[in-house]
């Protein structure tokens, strides 16, 4: 039985960015900054000699977010962060404040793909974003 979603992992080429992205621009905090390696990290993956620096970042409201950078092996595709591609389509994080947000995204060189919407129900607030290395977020607001 599944009690909760734990974190959500994302493996990122430029990790001093991706913190940058996370930690400065969206608030996110630094719980753990670690590098593993070793035989339980190579079983877990079914790799061989793994070697990945591990960022454990958490939200105020206790969301988890994992950046990963494998500093032994190499990305060997570039996901294109389209919302319908099979796999990881898009996080949704909720917000406070999406036009102060998404102007900050913005001053960042972060560019939203449509105008802030509002729902059809008048609930949210909703705006969609390409993030740190084409990651796919979704802003939500109650209004």
Known sequence: MIIGVRHTGIVVNDLEKAIKF???ILGFKVEVDQVEEGEFIDKLL???NVSVRT???RAQDQTQIELLHFNSHRSLATWTGNP???GLTHIALNVIDIFGLVLKLEQNGY???NE???SINSSVLV????GHENILLELVQVV
């Open 22 to 24: 996370w930690v400065k």
């Open 111 to 113: 560019h939203k793909i």
């Open 84 to 86: 319908f591609t099979t």
């Open 46 to 48: 079914g790799l061989i």
């Open 55 to 57: 960022v454990k970042l």
């Open 127 to 130: 705006c969609y974003l390409k």
């Open 116 to 118: 802030i919407q509002e």
